[in-house]
């Protein structure tokens, strides 16, 4: 039940919160004083930084829920992943995509992320000239960088499923069984701008097991409801890929043709081709992490909670509890699967 959820969330995202509270201030600070001198030193604080907070959710994911990543690549792409900058390029399957990808990148060891967020209008005529300037305002950045895009614009669901195999069909391409059409212009703006200095991309395949009897989602991690998602790296150097805008889209089309096959042969077999990277282990620095400023956080909150007077400490504390449950609701709300409007047998599979 969502209720179990709740409760489960209140002690973690009253820490999330807390714990963004702090983090926001030192990067305020950080930003009035380091940014005007030197804009690569603040970068690599920030980075730190916001490394420091998004490390709770990898410590949700991994030591709450148990959840469990097997990732597939071949041993070239495992020797340069964390070595350089990258666009990653996967499918999007569930609201924990972009969660998983926190995982991965303590895997292979960035100890920098890229938190130079972009946020969009999904309106291209807004859209193009705000990507083109940020792309650009990353050429000097110090450190390894993932740029994350989601080519497909949305997760995939039953409905979105269905009206990507009627444009498929009313266009002649082949039928998507496991992942949707993707639109292009985001990615071609991204090859084009970042190609010069950015070396690789990666084509990452998520595969969800359809026999484990929990799908990833933040409801399940907050329940401690545990999965697993297999990961199929292919890495692709920028250089290589077609000079034209036409090329570069008709190459992302013929990835996911390709990735909609992979997926099959996965949901045939339960496995990728490619070796399986041994050595995944749970993430020691989330652990530590977690553990410092939930202590914080704990003896913060007592001290507070002492300092009021005896009528208003369980009213307070009644009150924080509450506001943080809704908020957790709320989470849960915006992360759920829409119910399908249509029967899953209505989905054409030809």
Sequence with gaps: MEFSGIVGGIPFISLFIFTGILVNLVQVSCYLTIWPVSKS????????????????????????????????????TSQLMGKEHAIIMPNHVSDSDTLLTWILAQVFGWTNWFSESIFLDRNWAKDESKL???????????????????????????????????????????????????????????????????????????????????????LTFLKMQPCKVAVHIKRYS??????????????????????????????????????????????????????????????????FLQRLSSGWQYPTLATIIGSVAIVVHIFIEFTKMPPPKIKATQICTQ
Excluded at 48 to 73: D, P
Aim: net charge neutral; glycine share 6%; proline share 5%.
């Design 41 to 76: 030193t603040f970068r690599r604080i920030n980075g730190a930084i916001t490394e420091l907070l998004w490390l709770e959710v990898v410590w949700l994911m991994e030591w709450w829920s148990g959840f469990e990543v097997k990732v597939h690549t071949d041993a070239k």
């Design 238 to 303: 920028t250089k290589d890929l077609p000079e034209s805008d036409q090329g570069i889209a008709q190459w992302c089309r013929n990835r996911f043709i390709a990735k909609d096959e992979l997926l099959e042969t996965f949901a045939a077999t339960g496995t990728f081709d490619e070796e399986e990277i041994t050595g995944f282990r749970r993430s020691t620095k989330s652990l530590i992490v977690t553990l410092i400023f939930a202590s914080i956080f704990l003896v913060g909150g007592w001290i």
């Design 132 to 218: 083109k300037s940020s792309f650009e305002a990353l050429s000097d950045y110090p450190t390894p960088f993932w740029m994350t895009i989601f080519v497909e614009g949305t997760r995939l669901t039953a409905d979105k499923l269905l009206e990507a195999q009627s444009f498929a069909s009313s266009k002649g391409y082949p039928i998507p069984k496991n992942v949707l059409i993707p639109k292009t212009k985001g990615i071609v703006t991204a090859v084009q701008s970042l190609r010069s200095f950015v070396p690789a991309i990666y084509d990452v395949t998520i595969a969800i097991p359809k026999q484990q009897p929990f799908f990833p989602t933040l």
